[in-house]
Structure formats: C-alpha cells, structure tokens
T-cell receptor, first 107, second 114 residues
C-alpha cells in the first residue's frame, strides 16, 4: 500500500516564526488533505490539495503530484497553531495518514 | 451546528461489554467512514459505506461491526470490548463519485476499555 512519511516529527517554535512541514508519499494519489489536530483531539480540515498551491490566511500548501510530495507552510506562528499536523492521501477508498508532525509554539 | 456529530464523546466500559458508537451527518454526503486513532499514530480505517446498502471492511475491521441505518447515520459496534480497543474513534463523510472527495471528520469519541 501507499506509504506516507511526514517530517519533521517534532517542531518547537517561538511565536512569530515560520515553518515548513513536508509530506512524502510513495505512489500516485487522487486526494491529499492536510489536517490540524488540536489539543482536544479534534481534526480540523486545512487543505484539500491533490495538486497545486492554495493559501488560507497564514497557512499555505503546495502539492507536486509528479514528485510525490506536499508542503505545508505556516507563517507568523501563534500559540494556537500548536498541535499535530497530519497529511493524508487517498488512492482508493480510504485516507492513508502519516504519523504527523507535532508543533509546539511558545510565547 | 456541527455537520458531523458523534455520540458519546467519551465512554469508559469494561472488558466483554457491548458498546455502540453513533455518527450522524447533515452534509448530505453519501459516503461514511469509521477510523481509529491510537496514541502517536495517524488514523486507520475500520469500515466504510458508500450508501445505505453498501458496507465494506477496512484495514482493521476485526472485532468491530457497523450498521448504516440511513444516509445520515452510521454506527460502529464493539460486540465484546477488549482493552486494546482503547482508542480515539472518528467518523468521517465525503461525497460520492463525481464530487470532490474531501473527507470531513466528526469530533471523535474517546473510548477506554478497562
């Protein structure tokens, strides 16, 4: 099956810093999503981005499908950005999740 | 109101008990899914349903069963709970063929089996 690898596994930032999270996947996909899991466990949809670039406020994402990777950019990070960021890909029925990047933003 | 709701949000049960987790959605989506998350890991698919008459096993279906009572309702049952089923359970929905396949998740049910 498809393998999804996220890096880095952990990231510690000061408030205001920028960061880039990476997601590599092992095969062609027809869906790629980025999620933020907040400290209460809820999964927040960030981007549906099987290809191309999207921006939403301080967050943006780019997927290069031909090279099988996606990047999530967080600019001017805030303490509320803390949590786990998951990349998930879909080639058939289910989303296949990576193990996530745990982000801690301190003030 | 939330588009995908799950009940209960938290549940503690004993080994051997039967338990049902319920999911409802108001998004009008055809497809519904149950996932499980263990600490430090991503989510894994338990069961999925493309419509009311369609039920399919996912990656980790052993020990679980499901029922699709209506387009908007999808329940997950643990017939005889065991401690290694302690996890965070998520329901999700998405459109059917021809639509964008973005999946939307409920708030999760935290299940503890003692």
């Amino acid at each position: 099956g498809i393998q999804v690898e996220q890096s880095p596994p952990d990231l510690i930032l000061q408030e205001g810093a920028n960061s880039t999270l990476r997601c590599n996947f092992s095969d062609s996909v027809n869906n790629l999503q980025w999620f933020h899991q907040n400290p209460w466990g809820q999964l927040i949809n960030l981007f549906y981005i099987p290809s191309g670039t999207k921006q939403n406020g301080r967050l943006s994402a780019t997927t290069v499908a031909t090279e099988r990777y996606s990047l999530l950019y967080i600019s001017s990070s805030q303490t509320t950005d803390s949590g786990v960021y998951f990349c998930a890909v879909q080639a058939g029925t289910a989303l296949i999740f990576g193990k996530g990047t745990t982000l801690s933003v301190s003030s | 109101d939330a588009d995908v709701t799950q009940t209960p949000r938290n549940r503690i049960t004993k080994t051997g008990k039967r338990i049902m987790l319920e999911c409802s959605q108001t998004k009008g989506h055809d497809r519904m899914y149950w996932y499980r998350q263990d600490p430090g890991l991503g989510l894994r698919l338990i069961y999925y349903s493309f419509d009311v008459k369609d039920i399919n096993k996912g990656e980790i279906s052993d020990g679980y069963s499901v029922s699709r009572q209506a387009q908007a309702k999808f329940s997950l049952s643990l017939e005889s709970a065991i401690p290694n089923q302690t996890a965070l359970y998520f329901c999700a929905t998405s459109r059917g063929w021809g639509g964008v396949q973005e999946q939307y998740f409920g708030p999760g049910t935290r299940l503890t089996v003692t």
